[in-house]
């Protein structure tokens, strides 16, 4: 008889506080189907709710994805980053007071390519820098030069990437070559490269740097002959940092000139007041730089403040206002 009515007392207080934290939350404004979520959770984060209506705290245990065990976490880090992506790097705990603003400043870089996540959070301790960790994904130079070798893909049209990833086909000649007005250069180049070259031309001669073109458009068979050349007098790994094996040649777009003024081989013409301009202005006219001398490491190339690549004028200003080579800005913002 004493254990029943103990039974019954019990069961009356428990229900008076059941009663009470339901009461209490509504009066607080939560919704019935909010208040069933609430009385689910432990009174230690029950008590959360109870301080007054919290709309962040209610945003996660609505979630499909909550975890009443990371609780802490999801508000410790609210609004750092979109909910489900935090959620998510929460509950496979990726995310932790160490990594956290690295993770977050990643995922909201303009660099960040959804397709690379695992590979940056693979390296992502392993570089100096953030920056410098995600330049080195997203242009593959975490793998070896030459690994893993791709067609390049030629519906990019203009914007195409040769490099020592991206190989062009054997046969690939641009059907629109022109011929260099032999007072101004040699060799041939795609005809809209050569108007773009010509108002390029135009304003440097009106400053006095009278460029001319020392190399345009070389063909597979050329650029075989050009680096086999080099092979008999430097070995492979230094000839690939200043050649371009066949078919990983940017001549072979037709849309890549090597200039000089006279007076200065391509060596020494880095050290011209035109090359000076030409690194600053070329973009305006829709040409970069394509191996800038901070960037050797990505490019895979010594500095040729020579080496002009076409891209057009909208693609060529981004690429330079952003301090880009063109191969992580190819993978950024047009693969
Ligand atoms: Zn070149």
């Given at each position: 008889m004493k254990k029943v009515l103990i039974l019954v007392l019990l069961a009356?207080?428990?229900?008076?506080?059941?009663?009470?934290?339901?009461?209490?939350?509504?009066?607080?404004?939560?919704?019935?189907?909010e208040i069933l979520k609430i009385s689910e959770l432990n009174e230690e984060h029950q008590a959360l709710f109870l301080e007054g209506f919290d709309e962040t705290a209610l945003k996660y245990i609505k979630d499909m994805a909550f975890d009443e065990e990371k609780f802490e976490e999801y508000l410790k880090y609210d609004g750092k980053l979109e909910q489900s992506l935090l959620m998510r790097l929460i509950n496979d705990g990726i995310l932790?007071?160490?990594?956290?603003?690295?993770?977050?400043?990643?995922?909201?870089?303009?660099?960040?390519?959804?397709?690379?996540?695992?590979?940056?959070?693979?390296?992502?301790?392993?570089?100096?820098?953030?920056?410098?960790?995600?330049?080195?994904?997203?242009?593959?130079?975490?793998e070896a030069l030459f690994s893993d070798i791709e067609p390049v893909d030629m519906s990019k049209g203009d914007l195409i990437l040769v490099n020592k990833y991206y190989q062009l086909s054997e046969d690939y000649v641009p059907d629109?070559?022109?011929?260099?007005?032999?007072?101004?250069?040699?060799?041939?180049?795609?005809?809209?490269?050569?108007?773009?070259?010509?108002?390029?031309?135009?304003?440097?001669?009106?400053?006095?740097?009278?460029?001319?073109?020392?190399?345009?458009?070389?063909?597979?068979?050329?650029?075989d002959g050009l680096y086999n050349k080099y092979l008999r007098s430097d070995p492979q790994e230094v000839v690939d940092t200043y050649s371009a094996r066949p078919g990983h040649s940017e001549h072979q777009t037709g849309m890549a000139m090597d200039v000089t003024v006279p007076g200065y081989s391509l060596d020494d013409f880095g050290t011209?007041?035109?090359?000076?301009?030409?690194?600053?202005?070329?973009?305006?006219?829709?040409?970069?730089?394509?191996?800038?001398?901070?960037?050797?490491?990505?490019?895979?190339?010594?500095?040729?403040?020579?080496?002009?690549?076409?891209?057009?004028?909208?693609?060529?200003?981004?690429?330079?206002?952003?301090k880009m080579t063109y191969d992580e800005y190819y993978a950024c913002f047009v693969e």
């Open positions: 009356l207080l428990f229900c008076g506080c059941e009663k009470s934290l339901d009461k209490k939350l509504q009066e607080l404004g939560y919704s019935e189907e932790n007071d160490k990594n956290a603003e690295k993770l977050f400043k990643m995922y909201s870089s303009e660099n960040f390519i959804a397709k690379n996540e695992n590979l940056y959070l693979q390296y992502l301790d392993s570089y100096d820098s953030l920056e410098e960790m995600m330049e080195i994904v997203n242009t593959k130079r975490y629109d070559l022109v011929d260099i007005d032999p007072s101004l250069g040699r060799g041939q180049i795609r005809g809209k490269v050569y108007e773009a070259y010509l108002k390029l031309l135009e304003d440097a001669r009106a400053l006095g740097y009278n460029l001319y073109v020392v190399s345009a458009f070389r063909s597979f068979a050329y650029q011209t007041d035109a090359a000076k301009w030409l690194n600053e202005n070329c973009c305006h006219y829709g040409f970069i730089i394509r191996y800038p001398a901070d960037k050797t490491d990505i490019t895979g190339y010594i500095e040729e403040p020579w080496h002009i690549r076409y891209l057009g004028v909208e693609t060529a200003e981004d690429v330079y206002a952003r």
